[in-house]
T-cell receptor, first 111, second 115 residues
């Protein structure tokens, strides 16, 4: 089955800096890659996703890149703000169905 | 405009008790997923329904876990003879059919603590 590795497990940045979180996946057939943000005690919420026919997608301060050959994808957050502090999960799926999640990255943005 | 809801939000059970966790998906969402999230970990897949059909239950950790969605809407995850290792947050998610939209909308979860 699919296996998703996520790095780093924790990331501390100063407000205004950029943050990058990287994930690799094992199943080359996976074709959908969402990123979820989960604040403490809250539900995971989708922040951006990318499909395998696209190499990059951007939404304001957030961007995701996908390298199908290397089987890795990354989340980029620019101009970080304290409210970006949360746990971020990458995920992969085959057939736009069951998600396999990474272990998460705790992002701390210090004012 | 209600999102996915789950009840109860918190459940404390003594080891050996049976528990039932409820999920109300977004109206019109035919796909429903259950995930288990241990402390400090990512959600892990348990089972998947399309309408009332349970299409994948490969993630259920043992035969003590059982899920149903008899009318294709509300779903119940039942855990029999709970064990301490069952302590986790149980998340439910729903989505439109495959190929229409892929986003899975999550509920707030049920935090199960087995003493």
């Amino acid at each position: 089955g699919e296996n998703v590795e996520q790095h780093p497990s924790t990331l501390s940045v100063q407000e205004g800096d950029s943050a990058v979180i990287k994930c690799t996946y094992s199943d080359s057939a996976s074709n959908y890659f969402p990123w979820y943000k989960q604040e403490l005690g809250k539900r995971p919420q989708l922040i951006i996703d990318i499909r395998s026919n696209v190499g990059e997608k951007k939404d304001q301060r957030i961007a995701v890149t996908l390298n199908k050959t290397a089987k890795h994808f990354s989340l980029h957050i620019t101009e970080t703000q304290p409210e970006d502090s949360a746990v971020y999960f990458c995920a992969a799926s085959l057939g736009y169905s069951t998600l396999t999640f990474g272990k998460g990255t705790m992002l701390l943005v210090s004012p | 405009g209600a999102g996915v809801s789950q009840s109860p939000r918190y459940k404390v059970a003594k080891r050996g008790q049976d528990v039932a966790l409820r999920c109300d998906p977004i109206s019109g969402h035919v796909s429903l997923f259950w995930y288990q999230q241990a402390l400090g970990q990512g959600p892990e897949f348990l089972t998947y329904f399309q309408n009332e059909a349970q299409l994948d239950k490969s993630g259920l950790p043992s035969d003590r876990f059982f899920a149903e969605r008899p009318e294709g809407s509300v779903s119940t995850l039942k855990i029999q003879r709970t064990q301490q290792e069952d302590s986790a947050v149980y998340l439910c998610a729903s989505s439109l059919p495959q190929g229409v939209d892929n986003e899975q909308f999550f509920g707030p979860g049920t935090r199960l603590t087995v003493l």
